[in-house]
């Protein structure tokens, strides 16, 4: 019971813990553009995601769009249809 511990300590109070060596990217990667799944639309003054009010992944198929699509149409009151189109419209123009 009256053993030592024989491990060192961490971080010592002497020395600072080591910098992180800045990120670098790979050489490969310096040139490429990144494309962005989201398919964002204005509506009545509001910038929504079309994926999020279909509520469908961000990059779904267009068949997993149509069909979140007609459900969202069969279960939306009648001022929400034209919102609900206007996001279906905004992935199929991107798609396209």
């Not at 813990?17 to 989201?38: F, G, I, Y």
């Not at 929400?80 to 991107?94: D, H, P, Q």
């Amino acid at each position: 019971m009256g053993a030592k511990d024989s491990a060192p300590p961490l971080i010592t109070a002497e020395e600072p813990p080591p910098a992180l060596e800045p990120l670098r990217r790979h050489p490969d990667l310096t040139q490429t553009k990144v494309k962005s799944l989201n398919v964002m639309f204005n509506y009545n003054g509001h910038t929504w995601d079309a994926y999020e009010v279909l509520g469908v992944p961000a990059g779904a198929s267009i068949k997993l769009v149509t069909e979140a699509y007609h459900v969202a149409l069969r279960r939306c009151d009648k001022e929400s249809v034209e919102f609900i189109e206007t996001a279906y419209r905004a992935i199929l123009n991107k798609s396209a």
